[in-house]
Structure formats: structure tokens, C-alpha cells
């Protein structure tokens, strides 16, 4: 799965800005300037920590339900979504050389009409992984 939705306590700042802590998760925090930066900053700290919690294979919690997350005054319970697909995709780009067999006939004929492995290759596996 790489789609969440986690609920998150935004703390309102003294100087405008909030805190943001997911209480399901551990060490997942952040802040913003305003409400709009903390929905920001949190989609993005949401992302690295379920990213770090797939690549690491730890379990993922099941999200709390906001009635059962006790509040302080002032604070407030919104819920953030993020993808950790479309977090890999922008972060974990870096080329990976891998070493394949094909026919010698197909690679001539590959070469003769000028084709990019690695793009049919891409491609093939974004179609093969139903990814976009």
C-alpha cells in the first residue's frame, strides 16, 4: 500500500505557527508558519517516516480514531494523506544499472531501430506495476 491517511495534532504557536504531531507514529513531527506551511510540512514528514517504515519493513499502524486522541486546548485534529509512491518518485530517482538477457537477434534489430532499452524497459515496468 502506499496511500495513507493518518490524523494529525495541530498546536497552535504563540507566534502564529503550529506544531504538528502525529500521535501513531513514532518520531513524526514537524511545524509551518501557518496552517497552510503545517498541512504542508506534515504531508511531507508523513511521507519520509511511512517511507522509512516500508523500506525498513516495520509494521505501519492502523490510524487512531480522532475520538480517541485526547486534546489540549486550542488544539485541533486534521487529517493528512500522502503517497509514499509519489514520495519515491521525487526522492529515490537515482539511475540503477541492471544487467538483462534478450535474444541476439532481438538486440540487432533493437539497435537497428534506434530503440532506448532502458525506456522500454521503464515503461514496461510502470505497466507491468500499474504506476503512472
Given at each position: 500500500m502506499s496511500k495513507y491517511s493518518f490524523p494529525a495534532v495541530f498546536t497552535p504557536e504563540e507566534n502564529g505557527g503550529y506544531s504538528v504531531n502525529f500521535p501513531?507514529?513514532?518520531?513524526?513531527?514537524t511545524c509551518g508558519d501557518d496552517m497552510t506551511d503545517a498541512i504542508m510540512m506534515a504531508e511531507d514528514v508523513l511521507s519520509l517516516t511511512l517511507y522509512n517504515y516500508e523500506i525498513s519493513e516495520r509494521t505501519i499502524p492502523a490510524p487512531s480514531s480522532p475520538a480517541d486522541?485526547?486534546?489540549?486546548?486550542?488544539?485541533?485534529?486534521?487529517?493528512?494523506?500522502?503517497?509514499?509512491?509519489?514520495?519515491?518518485?521525487?526522492?529515490s530517482n537515482a539511475a540503477v544499472k541492471k544487467t538483462l538477457t534478450i535474444p541476439e537477434w532481438m538486440n540487432d534489430e533493437a539497435l537497428r531501430a534506434g530503440i532506448n532499452f532502458s525506456q522500454v524497459l521503464q515503461d514496461a515496468l510502470k505497466q507491468q506495476l500499474h504506476i503512472g
Open positions: 501513531d507514529l513514532e518520531s513524526c513531527y486522541i485526547s486534546l489540549s486546548e486550542g488544539e485541533l485534529i486534521n487529517y493528512i494523506a500522502c503517497s509514499t509512491l509519489e514520495y519515491r518518485k521525487r526522492f
